[in-house]
């Protein structure tokens, strides 16, 4: 302090004389040691207290949720199947062994119980019916068309399931909480029939309405019963199915008249498929992150 003109204190900055002093806030000091860009500095001024604390806010560590590499998640598996059947109790006494292709979707949760639908198209061509085509057989063993020639008849299995399904996977194998070993239970419906193709012949006693007479048709209630390995992996590239499922129908003929006997076939049928089930499966989930960041 020195006298000043008009004998009071004259208080000058001690940088120098004709400058007042700036006082300068932490973020002000640290800003100002900085160059900025000249779009940057008025933001800057006008918000240092905002943007401090955005600073903070991004500094600080993110966690991100849980994957289904490490826990139990919330999914919706989608499997395509194949499965080659063999047929036991009244099946095997009409068919062979069989082709199936399926489809298979459930919701699974954090509990790894889940909940879902499945159904597969069974089809083959090993027909065992004795006596199927006797009465349009002729003498010489042909069937013949409507211009008398030989025709040729070929014979199916035909048919289709579906159930309702629920089980588990126990995680006891496998990359991650969501693969393991799978057990499940079915009830839904079960049909098949013997279909009858005669190519590019016209054979009258094979033809429309008259069909219905040799298709054995049966159709009823079924139950499932499977157990195998889910696979999930951690990279959602390599994910498949593998289980030993039975099928088991309590059928019954759907049709008042066999042809080629003279009468009706009668009583509950046991219908029941056993076979081994590969899939391929899409499993459809939230993405979620699965690592630790820090900004």
Not at 50 to 77: E, W
Not at 162 to 183: D, E, R
Not at 221 to 239: C, D, K
């Amino acid at each position: 302090m020195v006298p000043g003109a008009n004998g009071g204190e004259d208080i000058r900055p001690p940088n120098g004389p004709g400058r007042a002093q700036q006082r300068l806030s932490p973020f002000g000091e640290w800003r100002h040691q900085r160059q900025w860009p000249g779009y940057i500095r008025p933001v800057l001024s006008r918000y240092p207290a905002f943007l401090l604390l955005a600073l903070l806010c991004a500094t600080g560590p993110c966690y991100g949720q849980p994957s289904h590499r490490d826990t139990s998640v919330v999914m919706v598996p989608i499997t395509a199947t194949y499965a080659y059947q063999a047929p036991s109790g009244d099946m095997a006494l009409r068919f062979g062994a069989n082709s199936n292709i399926g489809l298979e979707a459930f919701v699974k949760f954090k509990s790894n119980f889940f909940i879902g639908a499945q159904g597969g198209f069974i089809f083959g061509d090993n027909v065992q019916e004795v006596g199927l085509l006797r009465n349009v057989v002729n003498s010489d063993g042909y069937v013949l068309d409507a211009e008398g020639h030989p025709s040729t008849v070929l014979v199916f299995e035909r048919g289709y399931h579906i159930t309702g399904i629920v089980g588990k996977i126990i995680p006891v194998v496998g990359p991650n909480p969501n693969s393991g070993l799978m057990v499940k239970l079915g009830v839904g419906y079960l049909r098949h029939k013997i279909r009858i193709e005669t190519q590019n012949n016209v054979v009258p006693q094979l033809e429309g309405d008259y069909l219905e007479g040799y298709d054995r048709l049966c159709a009823g209630p079924a139950v499932s019963l499977a157990a195998g390995y889910q696979h999930i992996g951690n990279r959602r590239l390599i994910n498949f199915q593998i289980t030993f499922e039975s099928l088991l129908g309590f059928t019954e003929p759907l049709r008042a008249y066999n042809f080629d006997t003279g009468s009706a076939d009668e009583g509950r049928r046991f219908d029941m498929l056993n076979s081994i089930r590969v899939g391929w499966t899409l499993p459809i989930f939230q993405r979620t992150a699965d690592d630790f960041y820090i900004y």
